[in-house]
Protein backbone atom coordinates (compact mmCIF):
# COMPACT_ATOMS: atom_id res chain seq x y z
CA UNK A 1 0.00 0.00 0.00
CA UNK A 2 1.30 3.39 -0.72
CA UNK A 3 1.80 5.71 1.87
CA UNK A 4 -0.67 9.24 1.84
CA UNK A 5 1.04 12.25 1.04
CA UNK A 6 1.72 13.73 4.53
CA UNK A 7 2.64 17.75 5.04
CA UNK A 8 3.30 20.40 8.22
CA UNK A 9 2.17 23.71 7.51
CA UNK A 10 2.10 26.96 9.95
CA UNK A 11 -1.09 28.81 9.13
CA UNK A 12 -1.82 32.32 10.60
CA UNK A 13 -5.59 32.41 12.12
CA UNK A 14 -5.43 35.40 14.27
CA UNK A 15 -3.44 38.36 14.98
CA UNK A 16 -0.05 36.95 17.19
CA UNK A 17 -1.80 33.20 16.09
CA UNK A 18 -0.01 30.33 13.89
CA UNK A 19 -1.11 26.77 13.95
CA UNK A 20 0.70 23.90 13.44
CA UNK A 21 -1.06 22.17 11.10
CA UNK A 22 -0.63 18.60 9.70
CA UNK A 23 -2.34 17.07 6.59
CA UNK A 24 -2.52 14.08 5.21
CA UNK A 25 -4.08 12.71 1.17
CA UNK A 26 -4.77 9.52 0.10
CA UNK A 27 -2.24 8.79 -2.94
CA UNK A 28 -5.36 7.41 -4.94
CA UNK A 29 -7.52 9.76 -3.59
CA UNK A 30 -10.70 9.75 -1.88
CA UNK A 31 -14.43 9.51 -2.04
CA UNK A 32 -14.72 9.79 1.56
CA UNK A 33 -15.48 13.45 3.89
CA UNK A 34 -12.23 15.33 5.11
CA UNK A 35 -11.37 14.35 8.64
CA UNK A 36 -10.63 17.68 10.91
CA UNK A 37 -9.02 16.37 14.69
CA UNK A 38 -9.47 18.94 17.53
CA UNK A 39 -7.71 17.81 19.93
CA UNK A 40 -7.73 17.72 23.77
CA UNK A 41 -6.61 19.89 26.60
CA UNK A 42 -2.76 19.34 27.06
CA UNK A 43 -2.27 17.81 23.78
CA UNK A 44 -1.37 18.50 20.17
CA UNK A 45 -1.72 17.56 16.67
CA UNK A 46 0.43 14.42 18.26
CA UNK A 47 -2.31 13.40 19.97
CA UNK A 48 -4.37 11.68 17.42
CA UNK A 49 -1.00 10.31 15.69
CA UNK A 50 -2.07 6.39 16.33
CA UNK A 51 -5.55 6.84 15.09
CA UNK A 52 -4.61 8.77 12.04
CA UNK A 53 -1.93 6.21 10.76
CA UNK A 54 -4.94 4.08 10.66
CA UNK A 55 -7.36 6.46 8.39
CA UNK A 56 -4.67 7.65 6.49
CA UNK A 57 -4.94 5.33 3.73
CA UNK A 58 -8.81 6.20 2.86
CA UNK A 59 -9.34 9.77 4.14
CA UNK A 60 -7.61 13.57 3.96
CA UNK A 61 -7.25 14.23 6.98
CA UNK A 62 -6.45 17.74 9.06
CA UNK A 63 -4.92 17.73 12.09
CA UNK A 64 -3.80 21.47 13.77
CA UNK A 65 -2.64 21.92 17.43
CA UNK A 66 -4.67 24.36 18.41
CA UNK A 67 -3.25 28.20 19.86
CA UNK A 68 -0.26 28.00 22.73
CA UNK A 69 -0.02 23.67 22.33
CA UNK A 70 2.43 21.89 20.45
CA UNK A 71 3.99 24.26 17.83
CA UNK A 72 1.37 26.42 17.33
CA UNK A 73 1.50 30.16 18.95
CA UNK A 74 -0.62 32.37 20.83
CA UNK A 75 -1.46 35.75 22.15
CA UNK A 76 0.22 36.84 25.57
CA UNK A 77 -2.82 37.74 26.30
CA UNK A 78 -4.35 34.77 29.30
CA UNK A 79 -7.70 36.01 28.50
CA UNK A 80 -7.05 35.02 24.47
CA UNK A 81 -7.53 31.10 24.92
CA UNK A 82 -11.11 30.34 25.13
CA UNK A 83 -13.14 28.46 22.94
CA UNK A 84 -14.55 30.92 20.85
CA UNK A 85 -10.82 31.79 20.22
CA UNK A 86 -10.24 28.57 19.28
CA UNK A 87 -13.52 28.10 17.14
CA UNK A 88 -12.65 31.06 15.38
CA UNK A 89 -9.08 29.71 14.48
CA UNK A 90 -10.32 26.63 13.20
CA UNK A 91 -12.82 28.78 11.14
CA UNK A 92 -9.89 30.25 9.62
CA UNK A 93 -8.21 27.61 9.13
CA UNK A 94 -10.66 25.29 7.54
CA UNK A 95 -11.14 28.91 5.05
CA UNK A 96 -7.52 29.30 4.44
CA UNK A 97 -7.39 25.39 3.12
CA UNK A 98 -10.45 25.30 1.01
CA UNK A 99 -8.42 28.38 -0.78
CA UNK A 100 -5.55 26.29 -1.47
CA UNK A 101 -5.46 24.98 -4.72
CA UNK A 102 -3.61 22.08 -4.46
CA UNK A 103 -5.13 20.40 -1.37
CA UNK A 104 -8.49 21.22 -3.86
CA UNK A 105 -7.24 19.69 -6.62
CA UNK A 106 -6.04 16.83 -3.99
CA UNK A 107 -9.77 15.99 -3.08
CA UNK A 108 -9.45 18.13 0.42
CA UNK A 109 -13.15 18.69 1.63
CA UNK A 110 -14.70 17.94 -1.87
CA UNK A 111 -17.06 14.98 -0.04
CA UNK A 112 -17.52 17.19 2.86
CA UNK A 113 -16.25 17.77 6.55
CA UNK A 114 -16.11 15.51 9.34
CA UNK A 115 -14.98 16.96 12.56
CA UNK A 116 -13.26 14.87 15.10
CA UNK A 117 -13.53 16.43 18.59
CA UNK A 118 -11.41 15.18 22.04
CA UNK A 119 -12.36 16.55 25.37
CA UNK A 120 -12.13 20.23 25.28
CA UNK A 121 -11.82 19.86 21.70
CA UNK A 122 -15.47 18.51 21.49
CA UNK A 123 -16.99 21.50 22.98
CA UNK A 124 -15.01 23.53 20.47
CA UNK A 125 -16.33 21.33 17.75
CA UNK A 126 -19.91 21.41 19.29
CA UNK A 127 -20.02 25.49 19.13
CA UNK A 128 -18.37 25.63 15.56
CA UNK A 129 -21.48 23.45 14.67
CA UNK A 130 -23.67 25.16 16.93
CA UNK A 131 -22.68 28.40 14.83
CA UNK A 132 -22.78 27.40 11.59
CA UNK A 133 -19.74 28.58 10.45
CA UNK A 134 -18.94 25.73 8.44
CA UNK A 135 -22.24 25.30 6.73
CA UNK A 136 -23.48 22.60 4.49
CA UNK A 137 -19.71 21.71 4.25
CA UNK A 138 -19.94 19.57 7.85
CA UNK A 139 -21.57 16.46 7.29
CA UNK A 140 -21.30 15.07 10.90
CA UNK A 141 -19.25 15.39 14.18
CA UNK A 142 -17.68 12.53 16.37
CA UNK A 143 -17.51 13.67 19.63
CA UNK A 144 -14.84 11.48 22.13
CA UNK A 145 -15.04 12.19 25.64
CA UNK A 146 -16.67 15.48 25.11
CA UNK A 147 -16.71 18.32 27.34
CA UNK A 148 -20.77 19.93 27.05
CA UNK A 149 -21.48 22.74 24.92
CA UNK A 150 -22.81 24.35 28.17
CA UNK A 151 -21.02 25.25 31.48
CA UNK A 152 -18.93 22.45 33.00
CA UNK A 153 -18.12 22.24 36.69
CA UNK A 154 -15.95 19.51 37.80
CA UNK A 155 -15.00 18.50 41.18
CA UNK A 156 -13.06 21.58 43.28
CA UNK A 157 -10.47 18.81 43.74
CA UNK A 158 -10.21 17.83 39.87
CA UNK A 159 -9.79 21.20 38.85
CA UNK A 160 -7.43 22.32 41.19
CA UNK A 161 -5.53 18.84 40.42
CA UNK A 162 -5.84 20.68 36.73
CA UNK A 163 -4.51 24.01 37.71
CA UNK A 164 -1.60 22.51 39.90
CA UNK A 165 -0.84 20.02 36.90
CA UNK A 166 1.65 22.42 35.59
CA UNK A 167 3.95 22.88 38.43
CA UNK A 168 6.31 19.75 37.36
CA UNK A 169 6.64 17.16 34.65
CA UNK A 170 6.44 14.89 37.99
CA UNK A 171 2.90 16.41 38.59
CA UNK A 172 1.51 16.29 35.05
CA UNK A 173 2.56 12.35 34.85
CA UNK A 174 0.75 11.56 38.24
CA UNK A 175 -2.25 13.18 36.88
CA UNK A 176 -2.32 11.54 33.87
CA UNK A 177 -1.68 8.08 35.37
CA UNK A 178 -4.63 8.27 38.02
CA UNK A 179 -7.03 10.76 36.71
CA UNK A 180 -6.67 11.35 32.83
CA UNK A 181 -5.64 7.35 31.55
CA UNK A 182 -8.31 4.32 32.69
CA UNK A 183 -5.42 1.94 30.82
CA UNK A 184 -1.57 1.81 30.76
CA UNK A 185 -0.05 3.14 27.19
CA UNK A 186 3.27 1.87 27.56
CA UNK A 187 6.06 3.94 28.97
CA UNK A 188 7.39 6.08 25.50
CA UNK A 189 3.46 7.21 24.85
CA UNK A 190 3.24 8.48 28.30
CA UNK A 191 6.26 10.43 28.01
CA UNK A 192 4.83 11.90 24.80
CA UNK A 193 1.76 12.65 26.57
CA UNK A 194 3.76 13.86 29.30
CA UNK A 195 6.11 16.62 26.61
CA UNK A 196 2.69 18.10 25.11
CA UNK A 197 1.63 19.39 28.27
CA UNK A 198 5.32 20.52 29.31
CA UNK A 199 5.63 22.20 26.12
CA UNK A 200 2.18 24.09 26.13
CA UNK A 201 1.94 27.93 26.76
CA UNK A 202 1.11 29.02 30.30
CA UNK A 203 -1.85 30.85 28.74
CA UNK A 204 -3.28 27.93 27.67
CA UNK A 205 -2.65 25.51 30.27
CA UNK A 206 -4.56 27.54 32.60
CA UNK A 207 -7.09 28.38 30.52
CA UNK A 208 -9.33 25.63 30.48
CA UNK A 209 -9.87 25.05 34.23
CA UNK A 210 -9.70 28.59 34.99
CA UNK A 211 -12.58 29.44 32.63
CA UNK A 212 -12.70 28.16 29.89
CA UNK A 213 -14.62 24.85 30.57
CA UNK A 214 -16.95 27.14 32.55
CA UNK A 215 -17.85 28.67 29.31
CA UNK A 216 -21.60 28.48 28.33
CA UNK A 217 -22.66 28.04 25.07
CA UNK A 218 -25.33 26.04 25.82
CA UNK A 219 -28.47 28.51 24.59
CA UNK A 220 -26.63 28.16 20.92
CA UNK A 221 -28.56 24.60 21.00
CA UNK A 222 -32.07 26.01 22.10
CA UNK A 223 -31.82 29.10 19.46
CA UNK A 224 -34.35 29.25 17.29
CA UNK A 225 -33.43 28.99 13.76
CA UNK A 226 -30.10 27.61 14.30
CA UNK A 227 -29.80 24.44 12.05
CA UNK A 228 -26.28 24.09 12.34
CA UNK A 229 -26.73 21.22 14.84
CA UNK A 230 -28.95 19.04 12.94
CA UNK A 231 -26.83 16.57 11.82
CA UNK A 232 -25.19 12.80 12.43
CA UNK A 233 -23.47 13.34 15.35
CA UNK A 234 -21.60 9.76 16.92
CA UNK A 235 -20.62 10.55 20.72
CA UNK A 236 -17.85 7.81 22.42
CA UNK A 237 -16.97 8.05 26.11
CA UNK A 238 -14.35 5.70 27.87
CA UNK A 239 -16.10 2.89 30.32
CA UNK A 240 -13.54 4.29 32.84
CA UNK A 241 -13.71 7.98 32.46
CA UNK A 242 -13.36 9.44 35.40
CA UNK A 243 -13.64 13.51 33.72
CA UNK A 244 -16.61 12.80 31.28
CA UNK A 245 -18.56 9.30 32.66
CA UNK A 246 -20.83 8.08 30.60
CA UNK A 247 -24.10 9.32 32.85
CA UNK A 248 -22.90 12.69 32.59
CA UNK A 249 -21.76 12.69 28.71
CA UNK A 250 -25.45 11.43 28.18
CA UNK A 251 -27.95 13.98 30.63
CA UNK A 252 -25.28 16.98 29.55
CA UNK A 253 -24.14 16.37 25.60
CA UNK A 254 -26.18 13.49 24.48
CA UNK A 255 -29.97 14.77 25.41
CA UNK A 256 -28.91 18.02 24.67
CA UNK A 257 -27.53 17.60 20.91
CA UNK A 258 -30.74 15.36 20.13
CA UNK A 259 -33.32 18.20 22.03
CA UNK A 260 -31.15 20.69 19.45
CA UNK A 261 -32.23 18.37 16.38
CA UNK A 262 -29.13 16.13 16.03
CA UNK A 263 -29.31 12.23 15.41
CA UNK A 264 -26.86 10.88 17.60
CA UNK A 265 -25.90 7.70 18.76
CA UNK A 266 -23.43 6.94 22.06
CA UNK A 267 -20.95 4.18 22.38
CA UNK A 268 -19.32 3.34 25.75
CA UNK A 269 -15.85 1.98 24.78
CA UNK A 270 -15.07 -0.56 28.04
CA UNK A 271 -11.54 -0.62 29.74
CA UNK A 272 -10.36 2.68 28.52
CA UNK A 273 -10.69 6.08 30.21
CA UNK A 274 -10.39 9.94 29.49
CA UNK A 275 -7.61 9.03 26.39
CA UNK A 276 -9.39 7.20 24.29
CA UNK A 277 -7.25 8.41 21.35
CA UNK A 278 -4.27 7.16 22.60
CA UNK A 279 -5.63 4.04 24.73
CA UNK A 280 -7.94 2.55 21.79
CA UNK A 281 -7.73 4.07 18.22
CA UNK A 282 -8.49 1.08 16.63
CA UNK A 283 -11.70 0.71 18.10
CA UNK A 284 -12.01 4.34 17.68
CA UNK A 285 -11.08 3.68 13.98
CA UNK A 286 -13.79 1.36 13.33
CA UNK A 287 -16.25 3.98 14.90
CA UNK A 288 -15.13 6.77 12.84
CA UNK A 289 -15.57 4.64 9.27
CA UNK A 290 -18.99 2.72 10.66
CA UNK A 291 -20.19 6.68 11.53
CA UNK A 292 -18.89 7.67 7.89
CA UNK A 293 -20.59 4.84 5.84
CA UNK A 294 -23.97 5.02 7.45
CA UNK A 295 -24.01 9.06 7.52
CA UNK A 296 -23.40 8.77 3.18
Not at 15 to 24: A, G, N, R, W
Not at 134 to 149: D, E, F, Q
Not at 208 to 232: H, N
Not at 251 to 270: F, H, N, P
Request: hydrophobic share 45%; glycine share 10%.
Amino acid sequence: MTAPIQSSHVIPTAPDTKLEVLTSIPVAGSIKPTLLFVHFWGGSARTFGALAALLSPDFPLVRPSLRGWGASTGPADPDAYGITDSADDIAALVAHLRADAALAAAGFFQHGLVIVGHSMGAKIAQVLTARGDLGALLKGLVLIGPAPLGRLELPAEMREQQIAMSSSRESVELVLRHVVLGSDVGTDELRHLVNDFVGGREQAKLAWPKYAMMEDYGGLASKEGVEGLKIPIAVVVGGLDKIETAEGVDERVVQVLKKAGASVKMTVLDGVGHLMPVEAPKELENIIRNFVHASS
